[in-house]
């Protein structure tokens, strides 16, 4: 893959690539992305110069991944992040295109502030000469991430050890493990209230949810990280 670069200004960041020898544009992947067939996917122009070509993709009013883990990060935000791109890459997957032009880079995928819903570049090209590999993207991720130290974060470990093993990985187990260590240092927790009360709302919504309701998320979760692996 030819050269990377990116420009920001105010809200808008313009990502371009450099086309470099034997690649080409798939010209049927970068239609179906302009026209909005995938809509996790930032459409791609082309500009053609005398001796270069170039493919840019222009980003509005949304903040990299990398800035959004800035932030101390938690269960949630970790796992909401890891559900989006894993089905951003089995669509990929679905409509035969190459997980391997998708800029699994967390300083090139984008995320909404408001709705915190992702969306990726995929550089519609044949003959890629850099590609990315989803496996070490995913394996990679929590290693550039600052973990909440008020939670048990045992999940981290569990969704390492199952994206190279078959480990089970049970978000209710984990959320269990930590109610049970919140009951235990209740005058802890009350004074460090302030800083922790997103995060404790986050898991007491989860553990009032019905056991079908609990078992559906597990099944929705196992699925995700059964998918990571898989990549």
């Known amino acids: 893959m030819g050269r990377i670069t990116i ?109 915190k819903n992702i969306k990726c570049i995929f550089w519609p090209i044949v003959n890629n000469q850099n590609p990315r590999y989803t496996y070490t993207f995913f394996s990679d991720l929590p290693f550039n991430i600052v973990f909440n130290k008020y939670e048990d974060n045992s999940y981290v470990t569990q969704y390492v050890k199952h994206i190279k093993s078959n480990n089970p990985f049970s978000i209710n187990n984990s959320l269990k493990n930590d109610a049970a260590k919140k009951k235990d240092n209740v005058k802890k927790k009350e004074s460090k209230k302030d800083s922790k009360n997103e995060e404790d709302d986050e898991d007491e919504d989860f553990l009032n949810l019905t056991d079908e309701e609990k078992d559906a998320r597990d099944y929705q979760l196992q699925r995700a990280m059964d998918m990571v692996r898989a990549l």
């Open 7 to 115: 420009e920001t200004s105010n809200k808008t960041h313009i990502v371009g690539h450099k086309l470099s020898h034997p690649e080409a544009i798939n010209e049927r992947e970068m239609n179906a992305i302009r026209a909005g067939f995938f809509n996790q996917l930032i459409p791609v122009q082309a500009e053609h110069g005398k001796k270069d070509i170039v493919l840019k993709s222009t980003v509005d009013d949304m903040i990299s991944l990398k800035t959004y883990f800035q932030a101390i990060v938690n269960k949630k935000m970790f796992l909401d992040v890891i559900l989006q791109l894993v089905t951003i890459v089995k669509e990929c997957e679905k409509k035969l295109m190459n997980t391997n032009n998708l800029m699994l880079d967390i300083d090139y995928i984008f995320l909404d502030p408001q709705t």
